[in-house]
């Protein structure tokens, strides 16, 4: 069982920025690919971001250039750096952890490869 708590979101305006960082638990944290994904009011999860076990990012196109994905295994953590962040970015951020699902490269965007989900952060961006 692997437990995933995000921290950071909150209120910000236009073109500012945010961090937004999810713990895990699990001894073997090194080897879980992360991603984050977003829910926005009537809208279905979208994928943001991820980190594979080797470091390798991967990114939606609409966060590309804005958005940074990293990861601390020594802190068992990883961190959504925002920046020039848009009133469209609003929505509840959601960590996930994949515990290694074969040809993660290929399927890193969709929520259905993913183990176990943190309860969500609400990032809102004002404009």
């Known amino acids: 069982q692997v437990q995933l708590v995000e921290s950071g979101g909150g209120l910000v305006q236009a073109g500012g920025s945010l961090r937004v960082s999810c713990a895990a638990s699990g001894r073997t944290f090194s080897r879980y690919n992360m991603g984050w994904f977003r829910q926005a009011p009537g809208k279905e999860r979208e994928f943001v971001a991820a980190?594979?076990?080797?470091?390798?990012?991967y990114y939606a196109d609409s966060v590309k250039g804005r958005f940074t994905i990293s990861r601390d295994n020594a802190k068992n953590t990883v961190h959504l750096q925002m920046n020039s962040l848009k009133p469209e970015d609003t929505a509840v951020y959601y960590c996930a952890a994949d515990l290694g699902t074969p040809n993660y490269s290929i399927g890193y965007y969709r929520a259905y490869e993913y183990d176990y989900w943190g309860q969500g952060t609400q990032v809102t961006v004002s404009s």
């Open positions: 980190v594979r076990w080797s470091g390798s990012t």
